[in-house]
């Protein structure tokens, strides 16, 4: 069985860092491209970054680009999302999420909240 | 990327069709056969219900079907029953491993 399971978010002032990690089971990590997909409280879903199976390729959204880093170790089956200079609008809960070119399986989420 | 256009809300009787629709562009939607569609229950994480425009994942039941035309992609729901209630998102692949996502429809069971 798929399992995603997200950890790391939290309160945290404007400026601060926040580093969340996604620990994958059940697939073969290495073999597939993961994703960051992140929810506003109340709002629609937005695709963050992803990552190929690899780790030699990695992608931003325009709105993260600069600020965010995404990485993962496939000895340790984890995804990370390290978080730098969040903004109150990064406030969200953010999905790992497997990816073909689709989100085939996510995980629950794990809120980040961005406020002084 | 701006999000993909869906109606707010849309509702149904038991037993009636509904029909989503989720209008992008020739940059997304128009461009790849990539759209897939989720389910979304408060609180919870999305669910795949539609991928590659038209293919249901398995457990998925026959009464979601989905199409695209042009730059719009169209998710059914035949049969509606009351575990159907939810919000429901498009998403497409908009090159160069990027993605964008619907604005989200709540479908309402009356």
């Known amino acids: 069985e798929v399992q995603l399971v997200e950890s790391g978010g939290g309160l945290v002032q404007p400026g601060g860092s926040l580093r969340l990690s996604c620990a994958a089971s059940?697939?073969?990590?290495?073999?597939?491209?993961m994703s960051w997909v992140r929810q506003a409280p109340g709002k629609g879903l937005e695709w963050v970054s992803g990552?190929?199976?690899?780790?030699?390729?990695?992608y931003y959204a325009d709105s993260v680009k600069g600020r965010f880093t995404i990485s993962r170790d496939n000895s340790k089956n984890t995804l990370h999302l390290q978080m730098n200079s969040l903004r109150a609008e990064d406030t969200a809960i953010y999905f790992c999420a497997k990816v073909l070119r689709h989100f085939d399986y996510w995980g629950q989420g794990t809120l980040v909240t961005v406020s002084s | 990327q701006s999000a993909l256009t869906q109606p707010r809300s849309v509702s149904g009787s038991p037993g009636q069709s509904v029909t989503i629709s989720c209008t992008g562009t020739?940059?997304?939607?128009?461009?790849?056969?990539?759209v897939s569609w989720y389910q979304q229950d408060p609180g919870k994480a999305p669910k795949l219900m539609i991928y590659d425009v038209s293919k249901r994942p398995s457990g998925v039941p026959d009464r979601f079907s989905a199409s695209k035309s042009g730059n719009t992609a169209s998710l059914t729901i035949s049969g509606l029953q009351a575990e159907d209630e939810g919000d429901y998102y498009c998403c497409s692949y908009a090159g160069t491993y990027t993605w964008v996502f619907g604005t989200g429809t709540q479908v309402t069971v009356l």
């Open positions: 059940g697939f073969t990590f290495s073999s597939y491209d």
């Open positions: 020739s940059s997304d939607v128009g461009g790849y056969n990539y």
């Open positions: 990552i190929s199976d690899s780790g030699g390729s990695t």
